[in-house]
Nanobody
Framework: QVQLVESGGGLVQAGGSLRLSCAASGRTFSSYAMGWFRQAPGKEREFVAAISRSAGSTYYARSVKGRFTISRDNAKNTVYLQMNSLKPEDTAVYFC????????????????WGQGTQVTVSS
């Protein structure tokens, strides 16, 4: 089992950057594929990015490709989401998730979830 805690959210102006972190407990972090999702008010949770166990493969939603970068440090049990050129439509609660399916773009592909961190982008 793994517990996930996100941090790094906040309020930023359009065009700005934020770096989200997701710290995982337990000694099996490197055995999990990781993903980031987001959920805006009144909308379904949507896929943002995913990364394989060894960080050899990354996957992105079309809406964030070229602006966001997912990475992980297995020695620190942490996955990151670097968000650049932020837009107001990126405003949402961002969740990290851990699972056994590499590159899954659906929430059902993940077994463990963090509590989320709010990202607000002002215009």
């Amino acid at each position: 089992q793994v517990q996930l805690v996100e941090s790094g959210g906040g309020l930023v102006q359009a065009g700005g950057s934020l770096r989200l972190s997701c710290a995982a407990s337990g000694r099996t972090f490197s055995s999990y594929a990781m993903g980031w999702f987001r959920q805006a008010p009144g909308k379904e949770r949507e896929f943002v990015a995913a990364i394989s166990r060894s960080a050899g493969s990354t996957y992105y939603a079309r809406s964030v490709k070229g602006r966001f970068t997912i990475s992980r440090d297995n020695a620190k049990n942490t996955v990151y989401l670097q968000m650049n050129s932020l837009k107001p439509e990126d405003t949402a609660v961002y969740f990290c998730a851990a699972g056994t399916v590499v590159g899954s773009a659906v929430p059902n592909g993940y077994d463990y979830w963090g509590q989320g961190t709010q990202v607000t982008v002002s215009s």
